[in-house]
């Protein structure tokens, strides 16, 4: 789902724009946030046939909505529900970190267990044409390989976007709450290099910091073969 709705207004938004549960005896997860939470679900919903006994939801959300209408919309929708895990997952703000606490334990009140995605690596923003500086590179004609932008995206990180603000959120939630960091998947510090580009060349972001498609089941198939999945699932 990369078109999908990035938050949901109206109360039955979800069924039009993410999964639905079965009945059947799995672990249901449910993805909770606004565009990036897309991202993440999408890790794992493009790799869902490895996923036998998992199933995966999204719904959007922003955390500023606890104080109004859509929190009850989410409380009374089936995904919430039915799920076992939510998953939260934004570009953070200032503003989002305390609220945390607040939907932690509104999801922890309905005896639901919950994960806490860190803020994603991002790089340098779109250019006016909505070009990404590998697209830019590309246009210039320079011939760079792929370990060599793959290298040259380490330094386009920029790290005033996320690093401080995941470091406040890691003071304050963990040991309390069970806290996932997609940095790993994506870059390398002992190589000084992310992965902007997959193994065949294609784009793994669109923009600053979302995945595309393919970028999701690639990193997707990263977390597989790193086996992450069972400590966060398991």
């Given at each position: 789902?990369?078109?999908s709705?990035?938050?949901?207004?109206?109360?039955?938004?979800?069924?039009?724009?993410?999964?639905?549960?079965?009945?059947?005896?799995?672990?249901k997860?449910?993805?909770?946030?606004d565009?990036?939470?897309?991202?993440?679900?999408?890790?794992?919903?493009?790799?869902?046939?490895?996923?036998?006994?998992?199933e995966?939801?999204?719904?959007?959300?922003?955390l500023?909505?606890?104080?109004?209408?859509?929190?009850?919309?989410?409380?009374?929708?089936?995904?919430?529900?039915?799920?076992?895990?939510?998953?939260?997952?934004?570009?953070?703000s200032?503003?989002?970190?305390?609220?945390?606490?607040?939907?932690?334990?509104?999801?922890?009140?309905?005896?639901?267990?919950?994960?806490?995605?860190?803020?994603?690596?991002?790089?340098?923003?779109?250019?006016?044409?909505?070009?990404?500086?590998?697209?830019?590179?590309?246009?210039?004609?320079?011939?760079?390989?792929?370990?060599?932008?793959?290298?040259?995206?380490?330094?386009?990180?920029?790290?005033?976007?996320?690093?401080?603000?995941?470091e406040?959120?890691?003071?304050?939630y963990?040991?309390k709450?069970?806290?996932?960091?997609?940095?790993?998947?994506?870059?390398?510090?002992i190589?000084?290099?992310?992965?902007?580009?997959?193994?065949?060349?294609?784009?793994?972001?669109?923009?600053?910091?979302?995945?595309?498609?393919?970028?999701?089941?690639?990193?997707?198939?990263?977390?597989?073969?790193?086996?992450?999945?069972?400590?966060?699932?398991?």
């Amino acid at each position: 789902l990369r078109k999908s709705k990035n938050i949901f207004s109206f109360q039955n938004d979800y069924k039009k724009f993410s999964p639905t549960f079965s009945d059947k005896d799995t672990k249901k997860i449910l993805f909770i946030g606004d565009s990036h939470s897309k991202d993440v679900f999408n890790i794992f919903y493009t790799n869902k046939n490895y996923y036998k006994k998992y199933e995966f939801a999204r719904y959007g959300f922003n955390l500023k909505d606890i104080f109004n209408k859509r929190k009850t919309y989410l409380l009374n929708s089936e995904t919430f529900i039915k799920a076992d895990i939510i998953v939260l997952s934004l570009r953070y703000s200032n503003e989002d970190i305390l609220l945390i606490e607040k939907m932690f334990k509104m999801i922890t009140s309905y005896n639901k267990e919950m994960i806490l995605v860190l803020k994603k690596p991002e790089f340098e923003g779109n250019n006016r044409k909505n070009k990404t500086f590998v697209d830019m590179l590309m246009a210039k004609g320079k011939k760079l390989n792929l370990d060599e932008i793959n290298s040259l995206s380490y330094k386009k990180l920029n790290r005033k976007k996320f690093e401080t603000i995941n470091e406040q959120i890691i003071k304050l939630y963990d040991g309390k709450i069970k806290i996932l960091s997609l940095y790993e998947l994506v870059c390398d510090d002992i190589k000084k290099k992310c992965d902007v580009l997959n193994e065949n060349s294609s784009k793994n972001f669109y923009d600053y910091g979302h995945f595309t498609l393919s970028g999701s089941k690639y990193f997707g198939l990263k977390f597989i073969n790193k086996k992450m999945y069972k400590k966060y699932f398991d």
